[in-house]
């Protein structure tokens, strides 16, 4: 199984951007599929989880300016995040928890490699 996130890039503060995160290989579903950010100098985060059922969490920082959703017959989640802040400067990552393949579930979290997302004042 692999992650394949992109979308990030450079934008001025108050601007919006739609990262993705294409999940491939022999997937029969994914339980959860979530964001995390990690900027300079501080621990990842997370941003956004929805799981299969519809149900989402979000950071307080996030709330009301990043939606997650997700296309099950794509294996894609997606982040869309407007209003952004400086403060949401960092690396995004996707992740695809209990992932179930032919065989059941996977035995491990999967990460994309990161997209980097740049906001200026």
């Known amino acids: 199984v692999q992650l394949q996130a992109s979308g990030g890039g450079s934008v001025q503060a108050g601007d919006s951007l739609r990262l993705s995160c294409a999940a491939s290989g022999r997937i029969f579903s994914i339980n959860a599929m979530a964001w995390y950010r990690q900027a300079p100098g501080k621990q990842r985060e997370l941003v956004a989880s929805l799981t299969i059922g519809g149900r989402t969490n979000y950071a307080d920082s996030v709330k009301g300016r990043f939606t997650i959703s997700r296309d099950d017959f794509k294996n894609t989640v997606y982040l869309q995040m407007n209003s952004l802040k400086p403060e949401d400067t960092a690396v995004y990552y996707c992740?695809?928890?209990?992932?179930?393949?032919?065989?059941?579930?996977?035995?491990?979290?999967?990460w994309g490699k990161g997209t980097l997302v740049t906001v200026s004042s």
């Open positions: 992740n695809a928890n209990r992932v179930a393949g032919p065989s059941g579930y996977y035995g491990m979290d999967y």
